[in-house]
């Protein structure tokens, strides 16, 4: 088994990325595009600005800029590129046999891949990612129409900021988002897919529900179980011949709306792949903690199975989610208090699980406060995905799954639609939304970049109003993402939501997962003793591992016809015996069965021999058939060191036949004398 870490990803937004090759097949895990690097370009601006050609001075007055602070000048006034995974545009897309996605945000680099020529990967992912998956992919074509509406077709295919006079020039800042901190992500940048893409795309994908089988190529089993991080993601398990893998990505032990962590459905795999990144950042955090984290430890296993059944109740207490309420009951709090000064409040996150329950908290906040204040949600996929959610009970958490049953809506946002409360609009410019507008008020609206979408028009809108408020995810570098809106009056609350697994869960989890092998983040590094090499193996970036089978054996399932065929024979230690059949892979198994042809009858001539023929006995066995012979002893000083004796065949033709350690070799210019000396080597020696 190989694996490749192509990418180790940046958070929620922009998951890990790795390729496996097991049991001949290749596997891309997770396609996403960091979307952070739109950061690099400015957004669509107020008034028309004609791109200005490179020359001698525009270099000049860059060079100038180099040692000052950045500013909305640096960024690029052009149609955004989008950066894929670094590596993975070196790979032949048509090598690639299977792709599994993860999550919904692990899916929008995929209709690159889709459309190159000879791609035919079969890709698995959730029925619930797929959907959230397809509607995200076909906003962010949606937003990005802006773009080019105002640009206009580019005049070739290579962009001017592209070219290397201009990057060169550029801030040390604006370098590192567009070539990497290696300078290695040049080749990374790709003009944006359609929405024909999209389509053809999503025509491509084969939906899966959690734990249900997929059979590839009848080789390997895969499988998808709830991580827990959003409605729809999950982990994988791939079970194969010779090996029995769980990739294990960002996952959330329990969920306040997703269907919880399922990780008793990972326990029985030989190898568990490691890729949940969040917990690398938990460790940068806690640089100074004492906190001691030993994967290896949690190998050394105890069949106590009290203990494992405490360990896994462990991990599901629900302190986390107490605590990500709290988060959001925090930035309500901060938003009632804007709204009471006469700001507004403009929230640009697309994580979805965020997004209903700020809704929900909002509204009781709103009602109890008897603060008359409008919602706002502006997206074109906005009253599609709300819908979405409030009928996809299996995707979710047992106590949203309870609401159904007692006749409740899964999710309070149905009804404060209704009740219009909250207000969906495709568009800022909607002609219902011009109507109804009001302020203050409180918005939800794409794009979390500040690049894309409503966002920006409602940023410029608000951004010199002291009272007003804007909330972003932490991850996003507000320096560089607000420098198109400076000078910046409106209050910033910049949030952090747990994103997967914190440091404290992963031991207990492996020890009871009970892997023998583990692939973990040599990023980690600072946090792991390694005491046996065998039993974890760190990788990095673009650094292939080759894994040794965990299996000796290759067990096979018989046809009872052809089991009730076994003629046993001791052959030294071993009892074997053969059979005749056809060989299939079949949902990871080998079978034999009867073939199509049946046996012949007579006793067939074994296939394999153990051991030297004793010449004595040879000369018998020839004698019978009418062959006959001497024996002539090999000397001491021979130089064949091997041969044990020769045998000479007089009569009725002459033959020799040198009889050795390791093999027997017969020397006659009669191929019938031949066929019947072998013949009696068959009758003399042990063969099957």
Request: contains cysteine.
């Amino acid at each position: 088994m190989k694996f490749t870490c192509l990418r180790k990803g940046g958070g929620f937004h922009f998951p890990a990325c790795h390729m496996l090759n097991v049991s001949g097949f290749r596997i891309l895990l997770d396609c996403p595009l960091d979307l952070s690097s739109l950061a690099f370009f400015s957004p669509v601006p107020v008034a028309h600005e004609a791109h200005k050609s490179l020359d001698t001075d525009s270099v000049i007055r860059k060079k100038q800029k180099m040692e000052k602070a950045l500013d909305a000048n640096d960024l690029v006034h052009a149609e955004p590129w989008y950066k894929t995974v670094k590596s993975l545009h070196l790979w032949d897309a048509s090598f690639i046999d299977v792709v599994l996605i993860s999550s919904p945000m692990g899916m929008l680099g995929l209709p690159y891949l889709t459309r190159t020529k000879d791609f035919s990967a079969k890709i698995y992912v959730t029925e619930a990612t797929a959907r959230i998956g397809q509607l995200l992919m076909e906003d962010l074509v949606s937003m990005h129409m802006e773009f080019r509406q105002f640009y206009g077709p580019e005049d070739s295919c290579f962009p001017q900021w592209l070219r290397w006079e201009e990057l060169e020039v550029l801030q040390s800042e604006m370098k590192k988002i567009a070539l990497g901190k290696d300078c290695e992500e040049l080749g990374a940048w790709m003009p944006l897919y359609s929405a024909d893409d999209v389509k053809d795309c999503m025509r491509k994908v084969q939906t899966l529900k959690y734990a249900e089988e997929a059979c590839y190529n009848g080789t390997l089993i895969i499988k998808a179980f709830s991580s827990g991080l959003e409605i729809g993601t999950c982990n994988w398990t791939i079970n194969g011949p010779k090996r029995n893998i769980a990739y294990i990505t960002n996952s959330i032990f329990v969920s306040t709306h997703a269907a919880d962590f399922d990780f008793v459905g990972l326990r029985g795999n030989d190898l568990i792949i490691y890729s949940d990144f969040f917990s690398l950042g938990a460790a940068e955090n806690m640089e100074n903690d004492n906190t001691y984290f030993d994967p290896v430890a949690s190998l050394n296993f105890s069949d106590d199975v009290n203990n494992l059944e405490e360990m896994s109740a462990s991990l599901l207490k629900d302190d986390e989610s107490t605590e990500e309420m709290e988060k959001l009951a925090f930035i309500c709090t901060c938003a009632l208090d804007s709204v009471r000064g006469g700001g507004s409040v403009l929230i640009p996150i697309d994580r979805l699980g965020i997004i209903l329950g700020l809704l929900e908290q909002m509204s009781v906040l709103l009602e109890s406060s008897s603060a008359k204040v409008p919602m706002y949600i502006i997206s074109s996929v906005a009253e599609e995905l709300l819908a979405f959610t409030n009928i996809i009970p299996e995707w979710l958490c047992k106590q949203r799954q309870e609401k159904l049953f007692s006749g409740e809506p899964l999710f309070e946002h149905a009804k404060l639609i209704k009740e219009r409360n909250i207000h969906v609009f495709p568009a800022v410019h909607s002609p219902e939304l011009l109507t109804n507008w009001q302020e203050p008020c409180i918005i939800f609206s794409p794009h979390w970049s500040l690049r894309l979408g409503p966002v920006v028009h409602l940023l410029r809108h608000w951004c010199s109003d002291p009272n007003s408020l804007l909330v972003l995810e932490s991850g996003v570098d507000a320096d560089i993402a607000l420098l198109p809106f400076k000078p910046m009056a409106m209050k910033v609350l910049q949030c952090s939501f747990l994103s997967g697994m914190r440091l404290q869960k992963v031991q207990p989890l492996l020890k009871t997962l009970q892997p023998k092998l583990v692939l973990f983040p040599k990023d980690l590094r600072c946090k792991i003793q390694i005491l046996e090499a065998n039993t974890i193996f760190l990788y990095s970036e673009n650094e292939t591992l080759r894994i040794p089978s965990s299996k000796n054996s290759t067990e096979i399932e018989i046809a009872t016809d052809l089991a009730s065929k076994f003629h046993w024979k001791t052959l030294k230690q071993e009892t074997i015996t053969r059979l005749e059949g056809e060989l299939f892979m079949d949902y990871g198994k080998h079978r034999l069965l009867s073939g199509s042809h049946p046996a012949d009858s007579k006793q067939q001539r074994p296939l394999v021999h153990w051991g030297s023929p004793d010449s004595k006995g040879l000369l018998t066995e020839l004698s019978k058939i009418g062959i006959n012979g001497t024996i002539k002893q090999v000397r001491d000083d021979t130089e064949s060191e091997s041969a044990a004796g020769v045998v000479e065949i007089h009569e009725p033709k002459k033959a020799v036949i040198h009889v050795g350690e390791t093999g027997t070799v017969i020397i006659s210019a009669d191929e019938n004398l031949a066929s019947h000396i072998v013949t009696a080597i068959d009758i003399v020696l042990d063969g099957i």
